[in-house]
């Protein structure tokens, strides 16, 4: 009676994984925002702010002459998003549901859909 159906094809298997990373992925984002939009605005914030104090740095420092070449802004927002990109990464892999977790206790849940859904998480909100 309480019996999962187990999909019998190679592609039904997949869309069930594919659709466990999804949800363990929208968890991971309610997980530190209740609502999705604030924790977006939020990356925001922290992007153009370290923007803004690295422009000041650099100006206020006389680095602003170095040679260059192209946009000093895009040259400032490009390692600032790579380093934050990088970062939040890392941190969303590293504290993903371990196998004693209270989530891996449901069947068709393991580790390598918790780490793969805080990847997701961490890259969606970063976009």
């Given at each position: 009676?309480?019996?999962r ?50 422009y000041?740095?650099?100006?206020i ?19 600032v ?47």
């Amino acid at each position: 009676m309480f019996q999962r159906h187990m999909p019998v094809t190679m592609a039904g298997r997949a869309f069930s994984i594919l659709q466990l990373i999804f949800h363990a992925t929208v968890r991971h984002i309610r997980k530190s925002d209740r609502s999705p939009i604030i924790g977006l605005l939020m990356s925001i914030t922290q992007a153009v702010m370290m923007v803004a104090i690295f422009y000041l740095m650099f100006d206020i420092l006389g680095m602003r002459g170095a040679a260059i070449r192209g946009d000093f802004i895009l040259y400032i927002m490009s390692g600032v998003f790579l380093f934050m990109t990088h970062n939040k990464a890392l941190g969303a892999v590293l504290s993903a549901e371990g196998p004693t977790s209270a989530m891996m206790l449901h069947a068709p849940m393991n580790t390598v859909v918790a780490i793969t859904g805080a990847a997701l998480a961490s890259l969606y909100q970063q976009l």
